[in-house]
């Protein structure tokens, strides 16, 4: 017979999944398993306490089940922290399906992970992120109401994750060189997927010298003839000459190595979870003199985007909220100067404290 420990029995060693929920503090988590289609993913919800937790699904070919579950639940509570910052309604929460997205797609395999999504009951709302398309959602939306990003709505949020980045980009560079103006300005932008191609076309069109790398060797080709960006190969990309560092891929690129390579003055870039650890690698941003847009407030045109579709508002509305994204990095900025502490500290505080003051708001009479 199954024994209930009281809490304070309870060895976190014996569960590291718990441990690692404990850890970020979320809320649920949901494993999802089917062998017919092939289906194996992982759903977080972090915090629900502003609304419904929102945040994308992604396809991606993780090494173990392990890094798959660490990668959920960081994103997960960075969108409770990215929707929080931008003064949306909504909770935190992400999926990721264990698989490769070049190969292992099929109707079958969504529609299924769509009931899994439907189970929660609404307190999860996905949307397309990583390995996932606008058409792979309209599978998922055949199996549940709580999807957005469909085409013929909100659609793609890469053109609005991009723009907003590149305000954020814009503030950084005013605080750190008095203007900002990108032009002439060196930037090196990892990854060159939805989003940084978007991104690439506002700098080539504000006249910054750009450089890009990416694994995908024919859309490297693609994006050096159309807007005349230099490429670079994937390791050469920490070494550039360069005056911006734009991360647009996965994660945990700003490290012990690249920080000792790191030629750049400002990191500001679309990826999630840029710092390998906030706590060693914000700090040693700071220490460096270098500036850095905390990932989950400058990147969050994509999640307007599908606010605005939860909302019934326009692509104008989500466009005009995403450049807000430029008096929010700035206030970050300053305020990490003012107070002397890391910005990605200053980031966190401002979402939590908004957390804080609505959880009171909904306390019952």
Known sequence: MFEVK???????????VIAQMSKYNHEQLLFCNDNETGLKAIIAVHNTVLGPALGGTRMWAYNNEMEALNDVLRLSRGMTYKNSISGLNLGGGKAVIIGDARSM??????????????SLGGKYITAEDVGISPVDMTWVNMETDHVVGLPGKSGDPSPVTAYGTYMGMKACTKVQFGSDSLTGKKVAVQGVGHVGEYLVKHLVEENAEVYVSDIHEPTLKR????????????????????????????GATVNDDTLSRLKCSIIAGAANNQLKQEDIHGKAVMEKGIIYAP?????????????????GMSLHWSMEKAQDIYNTIEQIVKRSQTENVPTYMIANKMAEERIESIGKVKLPL
């Open 295 to 311: 990932d989950f407030a400058i990147n969050a045109g994509g999640v307007i985007n599908c606010y605005s579709e939860v909302k």
């Open 105 to 118: 797609k099929s109707e079958a395999l969504f529609r299924r992970f769509g009931k899994f999504v439907n």
């Open 223 to 250: 994006i050096a003839k159309d807007y005349g960006a230099h490429v670079v190969g994937l390791e050469e990309i920490y070494d550039v000459d360069m005056d911006i560092y734009a991360p647009c891929a996965l």
């Open 6 to 16: 009281n809490i304070e029995e309870v060895n976190l060693a014996e569960n590291p």
